[in-house]
């Protein structure tokens, strides 16, 4: 008997629709895991090759020696890949050298102790022996305050004691106000006041027209090297300075005056 064509439709038509459950079959494989949305994309991939991707170890071993010619090459200014431990030395501070400015260097120890001598020469000589401290930028009308300063007024000027102490005050100034003095490092201005403990009454003293009273709040202009002064025989124990000292809510303290340290009209 001559066989039906219909076995043979039957037969492609079973192919097909293997083929098909075997696709969806894959397809419900990745999506256990995956957003449904991924197989409807027209970047889907079947689930050999995603994994195929996902499981493919990547060239760790090259990546490293990337990153690593990168680093050295910018740590070594020689170019070279051998590090130099001399280039990571600066930002060590205690490989750095001992500060300049010998007895008034700016280390914990001078603060402290010149804390201490202002100390001791107020309790003695009161505040007629102090005056109050600021500094400024060049052609700056903020004044800020950073600090007082008492001297043995019998023995030395105020010219002489601050020429004596400037490096621990323009190192302080710097570090109290970094952004407004720190840049006017080496140029930078001491100014002082007449009289010491008047910094608030400064900061509200306002120009009246009266020549007399108007040049009460005036501040002086004081000099890094004050030539024949002698203030490098001054002794340490006859000029003290006691720091400002800013917190982290603190906003730091300033009085506005002109270029020659008076009252602006």
């Known amino acids: 008997m001559r066989r ?14 293997n083929y098909s459950l075997l696709q969806t079959a894959s397809s419900f494989h990745l999506t256990r895991d995956i957003s449904p949305s991924l197989c409807s994309s027209s970047s889907y991939l079947p689930f050999s090759q995603i994994q195929r991707r996902w499981h493919q170890p990547q060239n ?15 740590l070594n200014s020689k170019g070279t890949d051998q590090d130099d431990p001399n280039q990571y030395e600066y930002y060590r501070p205690q490989s750095r050298g001992a500060p300049q400015g010998g007895d008034m260097a700016y280390t914990e120890e001078n603060v402290r102790r010149s804390a201490e001598t202002f100390q001791s020469i107020r309790k003695i000589g009161g505040v007629e022996c102090t005056n109050d401290v600021y500094a400024r930028g060049k052609n700056r009308f903020e004044f800020w305050y950073v600090g007082k300063i008492a001297r043995t007024t019998g023995t030395i000027t105020l010219h002489q004691g601050i020429s004596r102490i400037w490096n621990l005050i323009e190192e302080h100034a710097c570090r109290l106000r970094p952004v407004e003095l720190g840049r006017e490092y080496g140029t930078l201005e001491i100014w002082c006041s007449k009289e010491g403990d008047t910094e608030i009454l400064s900061s509200q003293a306002t120009a009246k027209g009266n020549a007399a009273e108007d040049e009460a709040w005036s501040l002086v202009k004081m000099e890094k090297n004050v030539l024949g002064s002698g203030s490098d025989k001054v002794s340490a124990l006859e000029v003290g300075f006691i720091a400002e000292v800013v917190t982290n809510q603190g906003q730091g303290f300033y009085i506005v005056r002109d270029n020659e340290g008076k009252l602006m009209q």
Not at 4 to 17: F, G, K, N, V
Not at 65 to 73: A, D, F, G, L, P
């Open 4 to 17: 039906a064509a219909i076995p043979r439709a039957i037969q492609i038509w079973m192919i097909l629709s």
């Open 60 to 74: 760790l071993h090259q990546c490293c020696h990337h990153h690593q010619h990168c680093r050295k090459s910018l």
